[in-house]
């Protein structure tokens, strides 16, 4: 049976815990409204790129480019947004599980011939990818890219992507992160960055193309080609802006889950207490009443 001092020292220590969680929580919510904005504010220079190409492929131009050419796929990057930090729910272990389907559905598109490269981002699915033992891919490590990386970084790691690319490195390059819909809400997404799919730019050119006429100098392909990689771009930057919205969202639930059990602890533990103080208390009492009966 657990002494006052026992639980006194219980009490102490959940009541710690639960504000710790509540303080991670306020934090990891600030970060995310932070990382949401951002994605707000990526917006107008997305929508910018958007209706260039929008504006180039409403013409009657021919375009070509090698980012956009669809070439025999043998070779597969996939990119793997996971986190640095813990404490963040199963954010990893669904991107995990979303990564290893991914593999699969590779194989099967492709054939189990495949050559498939995963580069993590994040040190916890890092680590989770190299523990894994006759893993049907190679882990390549990129120095210099993590979740706290910042834009010029970010558009090193793009511009080494999209090289690896050109030179025949990797014939197609994809993204594997949590998409952010709402903070309860992430769901895992895997996207096509390289090459870049042409229908997606159609698609994009219907909704973003304007009716006016337009003349391009110094002629359309050429901007066409320059636009381009301003489009993978903002992809990459929306892409890694979302996965770390996703992390802080999934570290606010997670926090939020630890301290409502934390109050559910901590209310179970001073039930108890008082109990037992009571309980002390009353035996005092039966005490003192039978020695004043003996008298």
Known sequence: MST???????????????????????????????????????????????GVIGHLLATDVEFSSPLINVREVKKVAIVAFGSDDGLCGAFNIYVGKFLLETVKEAQKKYGQDVAITIIPVGKKITKGLQAMKKAPFEVRIVEGINTRSNADQLHDFTD???????????????????????????????DQMLPVSYEALVATA??????????FEPDANSI?????????????????????????????????????????????????????????????????????VER
């Open 4 to 50: 006052l001092r026992e639980l006194k020292s219980r009490i102490g220590s959940v009541s710690s815990t639960q504000k710790t969680t509540s303080a991670m929580k306020m934090i990891s919510s600030a970060k995310m409204h932070k990382f949401t904005s951002q994605l707000q504010r990526l917006l107008p220079y997305r929508n910018m790129v958007q």
């Open 160 to 190: 080494l992507l999209r090289r690896s690319f050109l030179d025949g490195t990797y014939d197609q390059v994809d993204l594997v992160y949590m998409h952010f819909k709402s903070t309860s809400r992430q769901i895992p997404t895997c």
């Open 224 to 292: 066409f080609n320059s636009v381009l990689p301003l489009y993978i771009r903002s992809m990459m930057q929306e892409v890694f802006t979302e996965s770390c919205a996703s992390e802080q969202a999934s570290r606010v639930m997670a926090m939020q889950t630890a301290s409502d059990n934390a109050k559910e602890l901590l209310e179970a533990l001073n039930l108890e207490y008082n109990k037992l103080r009571q309980q002390g208390i009353t035996t005092e009492l039966l005490d003192i009443l039978g020695g004043q």
């Open 206 to 215: 219907d909704k973003k193309a304007a009716n006016q006429p337009c003349i």
